[in-house]
């Protein structure tokens, strides 16, 4: 569909705006005036009000165009427009240049479909899980079921809907019970390979054994589950210009005690068990091709010391805020709680 079809001269009859709507597809009429400028739009509603109120076919549309619609600049962010969609409750948005001519229409299908994303993920998932002892004993903790289905099998599917069909999973514990269950993908429509860790590298190092990558790189810990969007986080590093990119969330921590505060032996105030928040890393990360250079080929590296290597380089690292749900299943109980989520 082509969103010039949906264009027609606002002298136009009903008949004629029928027609178009039934060629096009596009459920919109952009009833533009003879310099192309946009006088307002149509749509079938619109068109059968009209009928029930008595009027002909083949009276002009310009009685009924709607002349002060939504349009958007083609600039324009685009989850704004969907905000502005869902809050109008409509589904197409003529975007037009500083004259009002057409350029083009935005639909809700259009903007609420994935972008088809070139860039790898990673998934570090060759940790060995020992405080998720006896349950790692035979099992690599990204493999452990939430739902009947592995921790991994959750996290690539999170992210293949946001996009992304390219996965590079970095093993080492186990490793073949992962090769196994995911194989090359193929059976899954995305493309999965393996960087194999001879011992444990940490969060970091084992990113040395990737092929240079081209565009950034999306990292995760394979043992997160998130609702986080990874390729909002992938714009948000790439329009901030950074180096690297960490998903922070706030954390909050109720001191079991009043706190008392003191100059020398004078108490000069006392908090009752006050709330103490922090931003914690969260186990996401995009990372500039460049970065990888800082590692050392087969050396182990967590990603706190990349990012602290960064900043001695004066290189820009940043922090990108979610609110989505999290959980980092490092221990029994955190495993429990990501059952029970699933469960709920």
Request: proline share 6%.
């Amino acid at each position: 569909m082509d969103w010039a079809d949906a264009l027609l001269p606002v002298g136009a009859t009903l008949r004629e705006a029928v027609q178009c709507l039934e060629e096009s597809h596009l459920q919109i009429i952009l009833a533009i005036d003879a310099d192309g400028r946009l006088v307002g739009t149509l749509t079938d509603g619109d068109i059968r009000r009209g009928l029930l109120d008595g009027t002909g076919l083949d009276s002009p549309i310009e009685g009924f165009v709607e002349r002060k619609p939504l349009t958007v600049s083609a600039d324009v962010d685009h989850g704004v427009v969907l905000q502005a969609m869902a809050h109008r409750r409509i589904h197409k948005v003529p975007v037009v240049d500083d004259d009002r001519r057409v350029v083009g229409l935005l639909t809700w299908s259009d903007l609420s479909r994935p972008v088809k994303r070139t860039n790898t993920l990673v998934v570090m998932a060759g940790g060995q899980g020992s405080r998720l002892r006896p349950l790692t004993e035979h099992t690599p903790k990204p493999m452990l079921p939430i739902a009947g289905r592995p921790i991994l099998d959750h996290i690539i599917e999170r992210a293949n809907a946001d996009g992304f069909r390219r996965f590079v999973l970095a093993v080492c514990y186990l490793g073949e019970v992962i090769e196994d269950y995911f194989g090359d993908g193929s059976s899954r429509g995305i493309e999965v390979t393996y960087l194999r860790e001879e011992e444990a590298m940490g969060t970091a190092g084992g990113l040395s054994l990737l092929d240079p990558p081209e565009e950034s790189v999306v990292v995760t810990n394979g043992d997160v589950l998130t609702a986080i969007r990874y390729g909002e986080m992938l714009d948000f590093h790439q329009e901030h210009g950074a180096a690297a990119t960490m998903a922070v969330r706030q954390h909050e921590w109720r001191h079991p005690f009043g706190v008392v505060r003191t100059d020398g032996i004078d108490v000069v105030g006392l908090d009752e068990k006050p709330v103490e928040r922090s931003q914690v890393n969260a186990g996401v990360y995009v990372l500039e091709p460049s970065t990888l250079e800082l590692l050392g080929s087969g050396e182990p590296c967590d990603m706190p010391a990349l990012f602290d290597r960064l900043r001695s380089q004066g290189r820009r690292t940043i922090a990108y805020p979610i609110h989505e749900p999290w959980l980092d299943v490092g221990h029994v109980d955190d495993y429990r709680l990501a059952q029970e989520g699933f469960r709920g």
